[in-house]
């Protein structure tokens, strides 16, 4: 299964989405972003590619949408 990563605009961002993550039950890693990417603040959360649609839905209900996702 495939994984992508969400990229935020801050680590502000990336650790608010974490906490809120952390009260679901989705399986996700805060990871630093792959050099290549080269956008955000260094920090996104990965997460499995069939979850994506839900997860980003939660997370913009909560405040904290990614300003990109990639797949890796």
Known sequence: MKD???IFSSVHHTLGA???LMKTTWH????PVPPHI?????????I???EVVAV????EEKGFSPVKVVNL
Not at 28 to 31: D, I, Q, S, Y
């Open 4 to 6: 992508v990563i969400l």
């Open 18 to 20: 974490e906490e809120q």
């Open 28 to 31: 996700f890693l805060v990871v």
């Open 38 to 46: 080269n956008e955000g603040c260094g920090l996104g959360i990965q």
């Open 48 to 50: 499995e590619e069939n």
């Open 56 to 59: 980003l839905q939660y997370l």
